[in-house]
C-alpha cells in the first residue's frame, strides 16, 4: 500500500521554528490535494493549511502569517515551516493527501494520511 510520513516534529521553546516534512513512499503528489492537520489532546482534529494541485494555499486562521506549506517541484515532498511557535500549536500533526477518483454518482476521495508527527512548545 501506498504509505505517507511525516517528520521533523519535536519540542521547541515558544517562539521557536521547527519544519515538518511529508514524504510519499511509491508515489508522487502530484494530483493530490494536500495538506496538515493537527489534533490536541482531548480537541478535534483542525486544518492547519492546504495545498490543493493547482498550487492554490489556504490556512488556519491561527497560523496564518507564522506556518507555511509548500512543496518540492517533483511534487514528492510537503513541508510546514512552522515559526513564532506557541504552546497552543502543541498537537500531533497529520499530512493528508487526497484525490478525487471515479466518476459521476460513483466519485469518491482517496485519503491517504500519515501516522503524525508530534509537535510540543514549551512556554
Known amino acids: 500500500e501506498e504509505q505517507i510520513m511525516e517528520s521533523g516534529g519535536g519540542s521547541v521553546q515558544a517562539g521557536g521554528s521547527l519544519k515538518l516534512t511529508c514524504t510519499a513512499s511509491?508515489?508522487?503528489?502530484?494530483?493530490?490535494?494536500v495538506g496538515w492537520y493537527r489534533q490536541a489532546e482531548g480537541n478535534e482534529c483542525e486544518m492547519v493549511a492546504t495545498?490543493?494541485?493547482?498550487?492554490?494555499?489556504s490556512y488556519a486562521d491561527s497560523v496564518k502569517g507564522r506556518f507555511t506549506i509548500s512543496q518540492d517541484s517533483p511534487k514528492s515532498t510537503l513541508y510546514l515551516q512552522m515559526n513564532s511557535l506557541k504552546a497552543e500549536d502543541t498537537a500531533m500533526y497529520y499530512c493528508?493527501?487526497?484525490?478525487?477518483?471515479?466518476?459521476?454518482?460513483?466519485?469518491?476521495?482517496?485519503?491517504?494520511w500519515g501516522p503524525g508527527t508530534q509537535v510540543t512548545v514549551s512556554s
Open positions: 495545498l490543493n494541485n493547482h498550487g492554490r494555499t
Open positions: 511509491t508515489f508522487s503528489f502530484e494530483r493530490y490535494d
Open positions: 493528508k493527501a487526497t484525490r478525487r477518483l471515479g466518476l459521476g454518482a460513483c466519485a469518491y476521495d482517496d485519503q491517504r
